[in-house]
């Protein structure tokens, strides 16, 4: 039986990484991304581009999302776009980190027209994107992660079923929650260690390996000690998950008070002109 066609939309840094992957896995791959540019090089690798989602998904079997913002995801499924050009029978799995609720919307949407929706984010950054190893958490029909579950190995290694639709949104908010406090604890011990007068990288080698140790540690430890704030995840865009996950703890009746200052620091760094760097550029606050 020949592979399903797989239609992406958003390629940016993590798309490309995770495009790529699909073609190693031996998918056929459509592609289509709002800024043509960043789509050529994946067109010169193989990829057929199609100029909008609605072209996408009339073409492909299973629509790929991961784009940047809640109103984003809600522009290419709920309006003249992918829900209502979509094949009968086609599965749907929206990648970027939204909200729970617009999840469920989707979810309920494509129902409604005979289409499978999966909510579906992902954590490991741009590194984790190149080399195959996200972690990816889904929401949705159980008997739909099933029939697409290689198209989430092809991507990456953790791979999680986490429950009905909305699941895996709720569930990339709690890993947000943590990496944005475990951010300002990473750039604290380092900005730390320089102001006693020890050598952080030394510092490092010791910390990331005991009880300290955090994939934000041990990646993004080394970037901000070389100075390196180039983007895997935008500034603004952990902002924005930051504010996804307020809102869902606020319906919770949940108070989160490390997240509340998170974000406001991060907030403060952006308005310094930092939205469109590295997440790791919060050690520039103790520089």
């Known amino acids: 039986m020949s592979k399903p066609i797989i239609g992406f939309i958003g390629t940016g840094v993590m798309g490309q990484g995770m495009v790529r992957n699909l073609f190693k896995a031996g998918f056929n791959v459509n592609v289509y991304n709002r800024t043509k540019e960043k789509a050529d090089e994946l067109v010169k690798e193989g990829a057929t581009w199609y100029g909008s989602p609605a072209e996408i998904a009339e073409a492909s079997d299973i629509i790929i999302t991961i784009v940047g913002y809640p109103k984003d995801v809600e522009s290419v499924y709920l309006e003249d776009g992918i829900l209502a050009h979509a094949k009968i029978g086609a599965y749907v799995i929206d990648m970027t980190t939204s909200s729970p609720q617009l999840a469920e919307k989707i979810h309920e949407e494509a129902e409604k027209r005979g289409i499978h929706a999966?909510?579906?984010?992902?954590?490991?950054?741009?590194?984790?994107?190149?080399?195959?190893?996200?972690?990816?958490?889904?929401?949705?029909?159980?008997?739909?992660?099933?029939?697409?579950?290689?198209?989430?190995?092809?991507?990456?290694?953790?791979?999680?079923?986490?429950?009905?639709?909305?699941?895996?949104?709720?569930?990339?908010?709690?890993?947000?929650?943590?990496?944005?406090?475990?951010?300002?604890?990473?750039?604290?011990?380092?900005?730390?260690?320089?102001?006693?007068?020890?050598?952080?990288?030394?510092?490092?080698?010791?910390?990331?390996?005991?009880?300290?140790?955090?994939?934000?540690?041990?990646?993004?430890?080394?970037?901000?000690?070389?100075?390196?704030?180039?983007?895997?995840?935008?500034?603004?865009?952990?902002?924005?998950?930051?504010?996804?996950?307020?809102?869902?703890?606020?319906?919770?009746?949940?108070?989160?008070?490390?997240?509340?200052?998170?974000?406001?620091?991060?907030?403060?760094?952006?308005?310094?002109?930092?939205?469109?760097?590295?997440?790791?550029?919060?050690?520039?606050?103790?520089?």
């Open 118 to 287: 999966l909510d579906a984010p992902v954590s490991g950054g741009d590194v984790g994107a190149k080399n195959g190893t996200l972690s990816i958490m889904v929401g949705g029909d159980k008997e739909d992660f099933e029939a697409v579950k290689s198209v989430f190995e092809a991507m990456g290694k953790n791979i999680v079923y986490q429950g009905k639709a909305g699941a895996g949104q709720h569930t990339k908010a709690a890993n947000q929650i943590a990496i944005a406090s475990g951010m300002l604890g990473v750039a604290e011990a380092l900005a730390y260690a320089e102001h006693a007068g020890l050598d952080p990288e030394t510092v490092l080698s010791s910390i990331s390996q005991g009880a300290a140790g955090s994939w934000s540690l041990s990646n993004l430890g080394p970037r901000m000690l070389k100075g390196d704030f180039e983007p895997g995840f935008y500034v603004k865009h952990l902002i924005k998950d930051m504010k996804i996950a307020l809102s869902s703890a606020e319906s919770l009746n949940l108070d989160t008070p490390g997240l509340s200052l998170s974000e406001k620091l991060y907030e403060e760094l952006a308005a310094s002109g930092e939205e469109n760097s590295g997440t790791q550029a919060i050690y520039k606050r103790y520089k």
